[in-house]
């Protein structure tokens, strides 16, 4: 059981990640949810989570918020990469691709490749575990090929002349 935001009765978990809702929207959206916030605690902006919760509980409805543990389902985590087509969770997949940003995401211990994508032996259709198996080797070797261009010197430079 949780509460369910006054402004837009998004369901959150807890006092403490309903009052994060509701200071995190009015900070980052204002509207609705800090005018809410002024008329009801005026200095929501200095308060800690808890003392904030405190104030905002008693004008919150109770809530259904459903929890899904990642023991509960049979995925695991889902895929949340960068959309690149690539296993962004893969070992040494980089997203720098010469941009400078170097976000590496292949240090994340959490990280397992192919999370949220189910195993093509677990599959009872022959022709999805076909794809699936085809598509990790597709992803196999474009993980390959940006390994290698990364450790390759001169494709830095042909990647910032093909940027320019």
């Known amino acids: 059981m949780g509460y369910a935001c006054p402004v837009c009765d998004t369901p959150q978990r807890d006092g403490e990640h309903l009052a994060h809702h509701l200071a995190f929207t009015a900070m980052l959206h204002g509207g609705d949810h800090e ?7 005026a200095d929501w902006s200095e308060r800690e989570p808890a003392a904030l919760a405190a104030e905002v509980t008693p004008h919150a409805d109770d809530a259904e918020y459903e929890e899904v543990f990642e023991d509960t389902v049979p995925r695991g985590r889902p895929d949340v990469g960068m959309g690149s087509g690539g296993n962004a969770d893969s070992p040494g997949h980089s997203h720098d691709h010469g941009s400078g940003h170097g976000h590496d995401h292949g240090s994340d211990p959490t990280a397992s490749p192919g999370a949220g994508v189910p195993d093509p ?6 022709t999805v575990a076909e794809a699936l198996r085809e598509a ?3 992803t196999r070797r474009a993980a390959a090929d940006d390994a290698d261009r990364d450790d390759d010197p001169d494709s830095a ?3 910032a002349d093909r940027d320019a």
């Not at 005018?35 to 605690?41: G, H, I, K, N, S």
């Not at 032996?121 to 022959?126: A, C, I, L, N, Y």
């Open 157 to 159: 430079a042909d990647d």
């Open 121 to 126: 032996e677990s599959v009872d259709d022959p």
């Open 136 to 138: 990790r080797e597709l």
């Open 35 to 41: 005018a809410w916030l002024d008329e009801r605690v």
